[in-house]
């Protein structure tokens, strides 16, 4: 496993936003995890980053108990993340804001190589062509794009990606889906908060269900999506 999660509780005031979560997630394996508004999914994103530190329980990633590591530690591990809500360095290119994202998360590569490791990270996410765009000038889907590349230069073995097909047309979603599935396919296990469910379920092998901080459902996706419990959440919801 490289990541397990063994009944981690967190919550806010009065509010359980993590409710005894245990979870594993095998090496290699895309996992996607679906719940509505305020089920606590990027709360659990944060407890396995280390930007939020759990009441109780206990988190491992590749095997060792990373519980109250900090998240700095936890990049350095292998744990890449993308944000909802991209928050590029606007006034850097596309490139330099990835030698940032590298130079924060990587082994310490040398520069040469370091620019290399980006130059190809550019190109496997589509974004080669805007190197020395500055962030502060990019589309909504390519700004996704270099959120889901500067996860990538950070060398993950593990990507969080969060609600990263959210806004798009369909057929920006499809592209970006396509470069998620060649990652997935390079061996980078991941997971993925999605709301977006037919692009989630193009590329995930495994659900999990939150609902009110409670994982209420594991499973094959075909299984969860035809489950009444995960019907009755999204009733109204095309999916
Ligand atoms: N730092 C915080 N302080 C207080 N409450 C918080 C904090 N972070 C999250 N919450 C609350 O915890 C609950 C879960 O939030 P979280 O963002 O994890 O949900 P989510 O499932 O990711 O929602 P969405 O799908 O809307 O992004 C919400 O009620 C939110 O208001």
């Given at each position: 496993?490289?990541?397990e999660?063994?009944?981690?509780?967190?919550?806010?005031?009065?509010?359980?936003?993590?409710?005894?979560v245990?979870?594993?997630?095998?090496?290699?394996?895309?996992?996607?995890?679906?719940?509505?508004?305020?089920?606590?999914?990027?709360t659990?994103?944060?407890?396995?980053?280390?930007?939020?530190?759990?009441?109780?329980?206990?988190?491992?990633?590749?095997?060792?108990?990373?519980?109250g590591?900090?998240a700095?530690?936890?990049v350095?591990?292998?744990?890449?993340?993308?944000?909802q809500?991209?928050q590029?360095?606007?006034?850097?290119?596309v490139f330099?804001?990835?030698?940032?994202?590298?130079?924060?998360?990587?082994a310490?590569?040398?520069?040469?190589?370091?620019a290399?490791?980006?130059?190809?990270?550019?190109?496997?996410?589509g974004m080669l062509?805007?190197?020395?765009?500055?962030?502060?000038?990019?589309?909504?889907?390519?700004?996704?794009?270099?959120?889901?590349?500067?996860?990538?230069?950070?060398?993950?073995e593990?990507?969080?990606?969060?609600?990263i097909a959210?806004?798009?047309?369909?057929?920006?979603?499809?592209?970006?889906?396509?470069?998620?599935?060649?990652?997935?396919?390079?061996?980078t296990?991941?997971?993925?908060i999605?709301?977006?469910l037919?692009?989630?379920?193009?590329v995930?092998?495994?659900?999990?269900?939150?609902?009110?901080?409670?994982?209420?459902?594991?499973?094959?996706?075909?299984?969860?999506?035809?489950?009444?419990?995960?019907?009755?959440?999204?009733?109204?919801?095309?999916?």
């Amino acid at each position: 496993m490289i990541l397990e999660l063994e009944s981690v509780s967190k919550s806010y005031g009065a509010l359980k936003v993590t409710d005894a979560v245990s979870l594993q997630v095998p090496r290699g394996q895309a996992l996607g995890i679906i719940g509505p508004n305020g089920a606590g999914k990027s709360t659990l994103f944060n407890l396995i980053t280390g930007n939020v530190l759990p009441d109780a329980g206990r988190i491992g990633f590749l095997g060792r108990d990373v519980t109250g590591l900090p998240a700095m530690a936890r990049v350095r591990m292998g744990v890449g993340r993308s944000f909802q809500i991209p928050q590029p360095f606007e006034g850097l290119t596309v490139f330099e804001n990835l030698l940032t994202a590298a130079s924060f998360g990587g082994a310490g590569a040398p520069r040469d190589q370091m620019a290399q490791d980006c130059a190809e990270i550019l190109r496997r996410t589509g974004m080669l062509p805007r190197a020395n765009r500055l962030a502060g000038s990019l589309s909504l889907l390519d700004r996704k794009r270099l959120e889901l590349a500067r996860a990538m230069a950070t060398a993950p073995e593990l990507l969080l990606l969060d609600e990263i097909a959210g806004g798009l047309t369909e057929a920006e979603c499809r592209s970006l889906v396509d470069t998620i599935r060649e990652i997935h396919a390079g061996g980078t296990t991941i997971i993925w908060i999605e709301h977006v469910l037919h692009a989630l379920n193009s590329v995930v092998e495994r659900l999990a269900v939150l609902d009110f901080g409670r994982l209420i459902g594991v499973g094959a996706p075909e299984e969860i999506m035809a489950s009444r419990e995960v019907r009755e959440i999204y009733l109204g919801i095309d999916i």
